[in-house]
């Protein structure tokens, strides 16, 4: 509804303001918002918790993963020795060199065809057989010089210690905490806002009123001046209003400067340029329509509202969780695993230059036996890290109960200044009242009205001050109880 009334106004004024822009709270507020660049990088934060949390919970998940490789040496690996070897490749001729040493000498009985014929077969076998041993050993041959292998694996966690729960609830809390961030960011965005845009609700009514003011002694000035052309009023009097009439021209400058600062800053924090013309809806109106709320204070509901306080918990969450994720540095790891492998060369037939695989599972147990206390003193000082991140969440808790209560007397105090300062107003209207129709009676001095016109200055210009106090101790109030929002 608020939007809306907001929305209609912007509308109705339209076409006074012309070139201008027309704002009103919600507008600033949401301009802020959105064009502000601390909101923008915690809106980013608040991805980046998201994907750490979403990283964290494929650690329950199964995980797989290829791997390949090519190596070159320069010798390759040989089962059989170089005697072997050579023992293998001759074998016929040494069998045929024994065979001929053992019965040569009675071959000789034998007539000269035969023994050219058992000559010949011998020869043949001994070829036959250094054939076979060669090929023996070209068969032991394992030619890897060059080897290519490739696997793909698959391995489950079954049991971490708890180390991936207490990743995933750190993660959780992390994003808990940038979520928490960007609130607190938010809230003291639109602080800055509230407090920039009644700063320029308060000097613009302070310009109006500044101008009444030099009106109102431009006129004496100028009563005053007939009056001593009459005769009726001496020089003196004349300087003295003369003088008023300078230091109310420099006033309304002061105000003027002011004024166009402020707004410079709240088009700043707005997100739009600094030198754009704006008007504020509650800049031209008679009236702040100030309510006088009674605070409702309730600093149970404030501690559970305030995003600080949320975000040391969550610091408080995380480290618990990191001493978790330490301590599983002491327990037991179980992993299943599985892939497959090829080769090649090859062993599953023989060596083979070519490739094949098989397939594998298994599971895969780490047990922690000594670490020289490495983990236990981590241990340590992670708590030790929790119990600081404790103590200060007690005493942010503490001061939020000082800063509510503070802020509700604050707004008490501003609802009370605010009636002096209205009594005191009505007060200085009738006494200028009075002095200027003394004047014209010729029963009051010029100094008189002067000290009316000053007190009346005076009490308009508390008026204000206490009509935005009330607004800002309003929000302040909002602010201490984590309520402030858009």
């Not at 000269?112 to 011998?122: H, S, T, V, W």
């Not at 007397?409 to 009242?433: G, I, W």
Request: aromatic share 6%; proline share 2%; hydrophobic share 40%.
């Amino acid at each position: 509804m608020r939007r809306l009334l907001g929305f209609f106004l912007l509308a109705g004024m339209t076409q006074s303001v012309g070139a201008q822009r027309l704002l009103n709270l919600d507008s600033c507020r949401a301009l802020a918002l959105r064009n502000n660049k601390q909101m923008s990088i915690s809106r980013v934060k608040q991805e980046v918790a998201a994907n750490v949390r979403k990283a964290a919970r494929t650690k329950y998940l199964p995980h797989i993963s290829a791997l390949g490789g090519y190596e070159y040496t320069s010798k390759e690996i040989s089962i059989l020795n170089n005697d072997q070897k050579e023992a293998l490749s001759s074998i016929g001729t040494n069998l045929k060199d024994g065979i001929v040493s053992k019965v040569g000498p009675y071959a000789q009985i034998l007539p000269p065809a035969l023994q050219q014929q058992l000559g010949n077969d011998l020869g043949q076998m001994a070829g036959f057989l250094d054939m076979g041993g060669q090929n023996i050993v070209n068969a032991f041959r394992t030619d890897t010089r060059n080897m290519f292998a490739g696997a793909i694996m698959l391995t489950q966690p079954v049991f971490m210690g708890g180390a991936i729960v207490a990743m995933n609830k750190m993660a959780d809390a992390g994003e808990q905490l940038a979520a928490n961030s960007a609130e607190a960011k938010r809230q003291s965005t639109i602080y800055e806002i509230d407090q920039a845009y009644w700063q320029v609700v308060s000097l613009r009514h302070k310009q109006k009123l500044a101008q009444g003011y030099l009106d109102l002694v431009k006129k004496l000035d100028g009563d005053v001046q007939k009056m001593i052309r009459e005769g009726v009023a001496t020089r003196s009097e004349g300087l003295s209003v003369s003088v008023k009439v300078n230091e109310a021209e420099m006033t309304l400058i002061k105000v003027n400067d002011g004024l166009t600062l402020s707004k410079m800053l709240l088009c700043q924090l707005c997100g739009i340029p600094v030198n754009e013309q704006i008007v504020l809806a509650e800049e031209e109106t008679d009236d702040l329509s100030v309510v006088e709320a009674v605070p409702q204070v309730d600093v149970e509901q404030a501690a559970e509202n305030r995003p600080e306080l949320k975000m040391l918990q969550n610091v408080v969450d995380m480290g618990k969780q990191a001493t978790n994720m330490l301590k599983a540095g002491n327990l037991p790891q179980v992993l299943l695993t599985g892939g497959y492998m090829v080769s090649n060369p090859n062993l599953f037939n023989g060596f083979e230059k070519k490739f094949a695989g098989v397939w594998n599972v298994g599971v895969l147990v780490r047990v922690p036996i000594w670490n020289w206390g490495d983990v236990a003193y981590k241990v340590r000082a992670a708590k030790g890290a929790t119990t600081i991140a404790s103590l200060q969440r007690d005493e942010i808790r503490e001061k939020i109960e000082l800063q509510v209560n503070q802020s509700a007397f604050r707004v008490n105090e501003a609802n009370k200044k605010l009636q002096m300062a209205k009594v005191s107003t009505e007060r200085a209207d009738e006494n200028l009242r009075t002095a200027n129709l003394g004047f014209r009676e010729g029963v009051i001095s010029s100094t008189t009205v002067m000290e009316a016109q000053t007190a009346w200055l005076q009490a308009q210009s508390q008026k204000i001050d206490a009509e935005i106090d009330v607004k800002l101790s309003q929000v302040n109030l909002q602010k201490a109880m984590g309520t402030l929002n858009e």
